[in-house]
């Protein structure tokens, strides 16, 4: 029976003392207040084979006293005061903003700006940071006591009103973000408002702060750098048409400490439709709008994401977004129909989303006799490889533009003679052959398939340029004796097409200095080649 004590005894020393030793490798402290922390584990590599040294190496290692635990933050403002309710929080690398209630929160300074926080056996970093101050991070030890000052941020205003009426307007969501020389190019993008309360993460890339108007048509905005700030605004059924940077000439930038700026807005108008039971040769649109014209054109740009959102919503469909317009005069020339006009109603935004494009069937409409011809366009390198997917615009006779396709796909025109014309963009297509291209003929019916080959007196390679630059950015290629290519975007994807020649090239946004990257472009393969630029983000 002694045996079995004796063995009972020494297992359960055994225990404590492995118990203790991991939390001392770990780190780690049991729970309840600093001031019962852990002992230290013990730290000779022998296990005692008797109970006796058990016990006596417990007590021993309790007598050593609590290792320190904890470190103190002091928070004071820039006259040095105390600043009670400083929200400590530990740094997380995919946060931008710290919420309230986060599971990050270490606690809040009391009224000396004092918190204790509790340290493990590495050091620990903090984001520190109240509301209307600039955040600061600081990486604290165990057993130290740092102070750290926070300073109060700018401020600005908005104040979002109707053009049409001058009434203030409710719930437009402003976005601001320093060291962005310019806001345009942000409108694909929603930002996340933050819960009150909230404090930004100290990031290498600046947090982008975003608030909503009130009943008064006023959103304020604290807390932030110094300096210029690109903004972006956004409401449900409204469009920004007048404000900072809404010219051709200017940025669209504000100061922090200007303001209140004033943003005016005209409502979103929309209308759509959907052909059935005939193919469309050509479209021509012409709406009419309610407002200015230049304001119209401005309003259009910002448009964009959400003529995106209802194409998705309504698949098939052609839907035109604009501020404030009453009508669309619609032409359209169908291949078997003929060509006949349309006046389609715009509807305000909600209102379309509920009753959607309308059906046009082409089937019920009277033949109109235009003859139609189908064709294809090739384009030759030099070497006589094919560049298919070149975009190209026919103009017609008076040289206006009037279909645009792609080279090596089937299109459809009236019998005609028409110019052609490239649009890549970038080195210009020189041609062997004539670039007026004869198709179908005077009269008659559709005629079959018209095949047409242009001949290039050099070769180019397709390139896809993968980027972040905005949409609205040219990217100039620049190689050889200072010569360059433009390569425009010409939508929101971050991916762009050009047809280049051999050589090393460098690339640029245009006019600017900032290297977005370079690379050696070969000749004699027609599949794409893919090139990242990283900068510009």
């Not at 079995?4 to 492995?18: E, G, Q």
């Not at 690109?230 to 303001?259: C, I, K, N």
């Not at 230049?294 to 209802?310: E, F, S, V």
Request: glycine residues 10%.
């Amino acid at each position: 029976m002694s045996t079995s004590r004796f063995t009972f005894v020494l297992i359960f020393a055994l225990c404590i003392a492995a118990a203790i030793a991991i939390l001392r490798a770990r780190g780690a402290t049991p729970s309840g207040p600093p001031q019962r922390a852990a002992p230290q584990a013990v730290t000779s590599p022998e296990v005692p084979t008797r109970s006796s040294d058990v016990v006596e190496r417990v007590a021993h290692v309790v007598d050593e006293g609590p290792a320190p635990s904890h470190a103190t933050v002091i928070v004071l403002d820039a006259w040095r005061r105390a600043l009670p309710g400083a929200a400590v929080f530990e740094e997380r690398a995919d946060l931008e903003w710290y919420t309230p209630t986060g599971e990050s929160l270490l606690g809040r300074t009391d009224e000396t700006g004092r918190l204790a926080v509790p340290i493990g056996a590495r050091p620990r970093t903090l984001c520190i940071g109240k509301p209307g101050y600039l955040s600061q991070r600081l990486q604290l030890s165990a057993g130290a006591e740092a102070e750290i000052l926070l300073v109060e941020g700018g401020s600005t205003s908005f104040l979002c009103r109707s053009r049409a009426d001058g009434r203030p307007i409710e719930g437009v969501e402003v976005m601001v973000r320093a060291h962005v020389e310019n806001g345009r190019g942000d409108e694909r993008r929603r930002w996340d408002q933050p819960p009150a309360g909230s404090i930004p993460a100290v990031r290498d890339e600046v947090v982008p702060f975003v608030a909503t108007s009130g009943v008064d048509g006023i959103a304020r905005l604290s807390g932030l750098v110094p300096g210029r700030q690109g903004f972006w605004a956004w409401h449900e059924g409204q469009v920004l048409v007048h404000g900072p940077g809404l010219s051709p000439s200017d940025e669209r930038v504000v100061e922090t400490g200007g303001g209140p700026y004033e943003l005016e807005f005209l409502p979103i108008t929309a209308c759509g439709y959907r052909v059935l039971g005939d193919e469309v040769v050509s479209t021509k649109i012409d709406p009419v709008s309610d407002g200015p014209r230049q304001a119209w054109g401005i309003g259009t740009h910002d448009c964009g994401w959400l003529r995106t959102r209802l194409l998705a919503e309504h698949p098939g469909a052609q839907i035109l977004v604009f501020p404030r317009c009453r009508e669309l005069r619609l032409t359209l020339l169908f291949r078997k129909a003929g060509k006949h006009e349309f006046t389609l109603a715009f509807k305000p935004l909600a209102e379309f989303r509920r009753d959607g494009p309308i059906d046009i069937d082409a089937s019920s409409l009277p033949a109109e006799g235009t003859p139609v011809a189908i064709a294809t366009l090739r384009i030759l390198n030099a070497d006589g490889s094919e560049l298919r997917g070149v975009p190209f615009m026919l103009l017609d006779a008076s040289g206006a533009p009037f279909k645009r396709a792609r080279s090596g796909e089937r299109f459809l025109v009236p019998h005609g003679a028409y110019t052609f014309a490239a649009m890549q963009g970038t080195v210009k297509l020189s041609m062997t052959e004539s670039l007026v291209v004869p198709i179908g003929v005077q009269h008659g019916g559709i005629d079959g398939e018209s095949l047409f080959e242009l001949r290039l007196t050099r070769t180019l390679r397709p390139v896809i340029l993968e980027t972040k630059v905005p949409t609205h950015t040219v990217i100039e290629a620049r190689y050889g004796d200072g010569r360059k290519a433009l390569i425009p975007g010409e939508s929101d994807a971050p991916r762009r097409e050009a047809w280049l020649p051999a050589g090393e090239f460098e690339f640029f946004a245009e006019g600017a200095s900032e290297l977005l990257g370079r690379a050696v472009i070969e000749a004699g393969s027609v599949e794409p080649m893919v090139i990242s630029l990283q900068a510009g983000r």
